[in-house]
C-alpha cells in the first residue's frame, strides 16, 4: 500500500516507496493505494495504480470518455477548484525553488468556463492501417500514437463536436495518407479549419471538401508547404475576428497566429494585467511580445502612447491594421528579435512608465536589462512557464532593483497541467522611480 502525498508539475501523484520517490498516473494527493511499477529509473520510478483503496474528497467522475487515454486533459478527475489549489502551488514552489522569491501577495485565481474553452489547437491525423481509417485528435497521453475520439469536451464548438465527421472526411479522400495535421481556430463569428496536405487534393477531393465546409459552416483551409502557403478553399475567406472591451473591430487574425487559447479568460486576464498597470492618462507603455495587439490596444484607451514590439513581422502588421480598424492613432508596433542580447530599434533607447510582456516559453532574460533601463513605475510579466518566469523575477530583483509585489494563477487551459501566470513588479523601497 502507498499513500500520496503530492502532485507533480505533469499532474501525476507522488508517493515514496522504500525512500525513492515514484510517481503514479492518476493518483490523487491524500490517497492511498496498490500500485504496479511500469518503468524504474535511477532517482525515481514511475506506476500505475492497481486498486484505489483511499479515495480523495476532491477526486470527482471525469466527464469525457476519452479521459485517461487522451492526452489532451490529465485533470479531469480533481475538482476544478482543487485544480486551481494545485496550480497556485506549483507556481509558489517553483517561484521560491528558483527565484528565491515570495510574492508580497497573491491575487485571486483567475478562471472562466472549463468546457468548450478552447478555440485553438493542433489536432493530429492518421490513416491506421489495422483500424482501416482515419483518426482524427490529441495524442495519446505518453504516447505518438493518436487517440481514438469520436468528440472533445474542451475544443470551442462547433470544433468539439466534428472530430469523427472530420475524420470520416479524411478517410474518404484520395490523400488520406497524406493529411498528417489539422489546426484549428474558432473567432467569434467563424471557425477555421486547416489541413495539411503533402500532396495535391484531386478534384474529386476538393468537391468532398467543399461540400463538408458548407454543410458545418466552416473556412477551410490548404497548407501544401509552410505558413506562407495557406490558402483558403473557398476564397474570400470571412475574417477571423475576437472582441475586446473598448476595441469595437475587435482582434482580427489569420487561422495560424497566435491567439490566447480561452476566450473569455483572455477577456479577464487583459483586463486584470490593465488594472495591475494602474495607468495613467499621461503615461508611456511598453508592451514586449506584443503579437496582434492583444494587451497593446485596449491599453491605449488609458495612456498617452503604447510601443508594441514582436519578432513576428507579419503579426505587427496585423497589429497595425488593428489599431487602424479601432481608431487607435497612439500605438505604434515594431519588429525586432527580443532573444538578441540588444535588440536593435529606437524603441529600445526610451524611458517607460509601464512595462507589459507575454513572452513564450523561453522567457524573456534577453530584455531584463533593457526594461530595467527604461526604469517603469510597474512591470507585469504574463507567462505561459512557470520555471522561465521564476528566473525572471529572480533576475529583476536581485540585479535590477524590483520587488515581487503580487503574482497568481490564470486558468487559461482547465483540467490540464498546463499553468499560465501573471506577476506584477515594481522598484524596491528607495530604487527607480
Known amino acids: 500500500m502507498a499513500e500520496v502525498t503530492a502532485l507533480d508539475h505533469e499532474d501525476r501523484g507522488v508517493t515514496r516507496i522504500e525512500g525513492k520517490t515514484v510517481f503514479v498516473d492518476g493518483a490523487l494527493p491524500g490517497e492511498q493505494l496498490r500500485l504496479r511499477r511500469t518503468r524504474r529509473r535511477r532517482r525515481h520510478d514511475e506506476a500505475v495504480m ?20 487522451c492526452g489532451g486533459c490529465s485533470m479531469q478527475h480533481l475538482a476544478h477548484a482543487a485544480q486551481l489549489a494545485a496550480k497556485q ?23 472562466g468556463p472549463i468546457w468548450s474553452y478552447r478555440r485553438r489547437a493542433r489536432l493530429g491525423c492518421k490513416f491506421v492501417d489495422r483500424k482501416g481509417r482515419v483518426l482524427v485528435g490529441f495524442r495519446e497521453r505518453g504516447s505518438p500514437y493518436i487517440a481514438e475520439l469520436q468528440g472533445c469536451d ?16 479524411i478517410g474518404a479522400l484520395s490523400i ?57 478553399l473557398s476564397p474570400p475567406a470571412m475574417p477571423l475576428t475576437y472582441e475586446l472591451p473598448g476595441l469595437p473591430a475587435g482582434i482580427a487574425f489569420q487561422p495560424t497566429d497566435f491567439v490566447q487559447v480561452n476566450g473569455a479568460l483572455n477577456r479577464q486576464m487583459v483586463g486584470l494585467a490593465t488594472d495591475l498597470l494602474a ?25 498617452a ?51 507589459l510582456l507575454d513572452p513564450p516559453r523561453a522567457g524573456a532574460r534577453e530584455v531584463l536589462p ?19 518566469l521564476a528566473r525572471d523575477a529572480g533576475i529583476l530583483a536581485q540585479r535590477h532593483g524590483y520587488r515581487l509585489q503580487a503574482a497568481g494563477i490564470m486558468d487559461m487551459f482547465p483540467h490540464t497541467s498546463h499553468v499560465e501566470s501573471i506577476a506584477l513588479f515594481e522598484p524596491a523601497a528607495g530604487e527607480g522611480a
Open 89 to 111: 502551488q506549483v507556481v509558489a514552489e517553483v517561484l521560491e525553488r528558483i527565484g528565491g522569491l515570495r510574492p508580497l501577495s497573491w491575487l485571486p485565481p483567475l478562471a
Open 154 to 169: 474542451i475544443l470551442a464548438p462547433p470544433a468539439g463536436q466534428l472530430i469523427a465527421a472530420l475524420a470520416t472526411l
Open 370 to 388: 533593457l526594461i530595467a533601463a527604461a526604469a517603469p513605475r510597474r512591470i507585469v510579466y504574463v507567462s505561459c512557464h512557470a520555471g522561465t
Open 305 to 355: 502612447r503604447v510601443t508594441g514590439v514582436e519578432g513576428d513581422a507579419g503579426l505587427v502588421a496585423r497589429a497595425r491594421e488593428n489599431a487602424a480598424r479601432n481608431g487607435i492613432t497612439n500605438a505604434g508596433f515594431h519588429a525586432a528579435d527580443l532573444a538578441a542580447e540588444n535588440p536593435d530599434g529606437s524603441w529600445a533607447r526610451g524611458r517607460y512608465d509601464l512595462v
Open 176 to 232: 488520406r495518407r497524406r493529411v498528417p495535421q489539422i489546426e484549428v481556430a474558432v473567432a467569434d463569428r467563424a471557425t477555421a479549419l486547416v489541413l495539411r496536405v503533402l500532396d495535391a487534393p484531386t478534384a474529386a477531393d476538393l468537391e468532398m471538401l467543399r461540400e463538408f465546409e458548407s454543410k458545418h459552416a466552416l473556412q477551410l483551409y490548404l497548407q501544401p508547404g509552410g505558413l506562407e502557403t495557406v490558402t483558403p
Open 279 to 303: 495607468p495613467e492618462t499621461g503615461d508611456v507603455a511598453l508592451d514586449l511580445y506584443c503579437g496582434l495587439g492583444n494587451f497593446s490596444l485596449p491599453l491605449a484607451r488609458r495612456v
Open 50 to 69: 492497481v486498486e484505489l483503496l483511499s479515495a480523495s474528497p476532491a477526486r470527482v467522475e471525469p466527464r469525457c470518455a476519452h479521459f485517461g487515454t
